[in-house]
Each structure stands twice: as C-alpha cells, then as structure tokens.
C-alpha cells in the first residue's frame, strides 16, 4: 500500500500469494515423505533440521508482515519462538504439532490475502534483512518472503540429502 496525498493505492498481491500457496504446498509434500527422526535430524555440518527451517519461514512471515505492522501474530507462540532470525535452531515443535503447524502454512496464506485487501496493514516499521534487502511495506515483505522460504526450502532439500 502507497500513500500519495492522503490516496491510498492497493496492488495486486494475488501473483505473489500463489507462489507462496506453491511453496508451502511443495513443503507440506516434502515433510509428509519423512519421518519425524528425519525432520528432526540435524546433519554434521548443519545448525538445524528440515522441520526448524518449515517452521523458521512460518515464523518469520508472520514476524514481518504482522509484527512489523503493529499487528498481532495469527500463529501461536509454540511456532514462534526458537524459530526466528537468529535462533540456535534447536528448537523442536512436537509430532502432535504437525497437523495444526501443515495447517497454519496454508491458512496464513489466505488470512494475509483477506488482512490485504481490507486494509488492515495501515503502517509498517521499515527493516532491513539480513540478506541486504530493505523492506519499507508490508508489499515488499510479501514479494520478498518467497525469495527467503524458496531459500530455507533449498536448505531442506540439502538437509535431506545430508541424512
């Protein structure tokens, strides 16, 4: 959203939430082939597992579009904390957990899309990442969060392949 002399201008986000669904469809299929010793296997020579790095992008999406918003977070706290920028990355959800965590990647999806388009991201807190990018709305957060779980979903494949 770009404020021009009081105008607020909304842009189409649709493309950039459809990639995502893909993403996090593709991660919901890569988990669902391994075990749970294998999510949370963490190789010699890697900081942490293939669920940490799924988890850590649920984490950080919700940290940057809400978070840095003003907003409260639509996940709970157990897929938060231990998984943000930072972390040692031993941090572990339980088995149990899974379920509802599958759920949450798809559901933020659409619930982000919905708080979008009704204009509830009125304000934002520019940040600038650690790979160098400086996020100055929540427009730049969404385009960019699939460049950064497209990265941690690159980790898992080579974490997987390190087993």
Same mark, same amino acid.
């Given at each position: 959203?770009?404020? =021009?002399?009081?105008?607020?201008?909304?842009?189409?986000?649709?493309?950039?939430?459809?990639?995502?669904?893909?993403?996090?469809?593709?991660?919901?299929? =890569?988990?669902?082939?391994?075990?749970?010793?294998? +999510?949370?296997?963490?190789?010699?020579?890697?900081?942490?597992?293939?669920?940490?790095?799924?988890?850590?992008? +649920?984490?950080?999406?919700?940290?940057?579009?809400?978070?840095?918003?003003?907003?409260?977070?639509?996940?709970?706290?157990?897929?938060?904390?231990?998984?943000?920028?930072?972390?040692?990355?031993?941090?572990?959800?339980?088995?149990?957990?899974?379920?509802?965590?599958?759920?949450?990647?798809?559901?933020?999806?659409?619930?982000?899309?919905?708080?979008?388009?009704?204009?509830?991201?009125?304000?934002?807190?520019?940040?600038?990442?650690?790979?160098?990018?400086?996020?100055?709305?929540?427009?730049?957060?969404?385009?960019?969060?699939?460049?950064?779980?497209?990265?941690? =979903?690159?980790?898992?494949?080579?974490?997987?392949?390190? +087993?």
């Amino acid at each position: 959203m770009y404020t =021009f002399a009081k105008t607020v201008i909304m842009i189409d986000i649709s493309y950039s939430l459809e990639v995502l669904k893909v993403t996090r469809t593709n991660v919901i299929n =890569f988990i669902d082939e391994l075990s749970y010793d294998q +999510l949370t296997a963490v190789p010699k020579g890697f900081n942490n597992s293939i669920l940490w790095n799924a988890v850590h992008n +649920l984490a950080v999406q919700q940290l940057l579009c809400y978070k840095l918003s003003g907003m409260e977070l639509n996940i709970p706290n157990k897929f938060v904390e231990g998984y943000t920028k930072g972390a040692d990355g031993k941090s572990v959800i339980k088995e149990s957990d899974l379920i509802e965590f599958k759920s949450l990647l798809l559901s933020t999806i659409d619930l982000l899309g919905s708080d979008y388009k009704n204009g509830k991201f009125q304000k934002f807190t520019e940040y600038t990442t650690s790979y160098n990018i400086t996020l100055k709305s929540v427009e730049d957060v969404i385009n960019f969060n699939n460049t950064h779980e497209g990265l941690h =979903f690159g980790y898992m494949m080579a974490l997987k392949k390190a +087993l």
